[in-house]
Structure formats: C-alpha cells, structure tokens
C-alpha cells in the first residue's frame, strides 16, 4: 500500500531556507504528478507546488519565487526547497499526489514554523 514519509522540517528565522523531502513507497512513483501541500492552523490544506511526472512544475502566487519543487526518481522522492521563508509560511506540509484524490491516504507531514 502507499506510504508516503516527510521530513526535513523545523523552526527557522524569517529570510531563513529549509528543504523538505518525501519518500514514497507502494507506488509506482515515477509515472505520478506530485505536489507539497500545507495546512496551518485554523485553515484548509492548500496546494503549495506541483510536478508532472515529466518535471513540469507549478507553484502557488504565495510561494512563486520562493519555493522549487523537484524530484529523484530513482529514489521515489519528490523535495521542496524553501527560500526566504516567511512567518505565514508556517505550517504542517504534506505531499501526495498532485490531485489530492489518487491515494486515499496522507502521511504524517512535517512541521515548518517561521518565526524569531
């Protein structure tokens, strides 16, 4: 079955950077669009970032510029490089497929908290 493992979050100062990592398993990852995903507190999950199973990659207005999606297939890994980091950009990010819907299933996430 899918699993879907995040890591690579933490607390970082406001200007700071963190990269996120999220190994998949049970899937045959290479022929799925991927995205990051975050929820913080008190509101919905929104998509942050996708990448199509052929590398092309979108982003959300909040993040452009900011952020880079990327992955390894050969390591069923899909990353999130995270510049500038604001303190709205704290929150839990997960990452799943680049619908939401394909996989029934959510990992734990990884907690990214901005602040000083």
């Known amino acids: 079955q899918v699993q879907l493992v995040e890591s690579g979050g933490g607390l970082v100062q406001p200007g700071g950077s963190l990269k996120l990592s999220c190994r998949a398993s049970?899937?045959?990852?290479?022929?799925?669009?991927m995205g990051w995903y975050r929820q913080a507190p008190g509101k919905q999950r929104e998509l942050v970032a996708t990448?199509?199973?052929?590398?092309?990659?979108n982003y959300a207005e909040s993040v452009k510029g900011r952020f880079t999606i990327s992955r390894d297939n050969a390591k069923n890994t899909v990353y999130l490089q995270m510049n500038s980091l604001k303190p709205e950009d704290t929150a839990v990010y997960y990452c799943?497929?680049?619908?939401?819907?394909?996989?029934?299933?959510w990992g734990q996430g990884t907690q990214v908290t901005v602040s000083s």
């Open positions: 049970g899937i045959m990852f290479r022929i799925y669009g």
């Open positions: 799943n497929d680049a619908t939401g819907r394909a996989f029934d299933y």
């Open positions: 990448i199509s199973s052929g590398g092309s990659t």
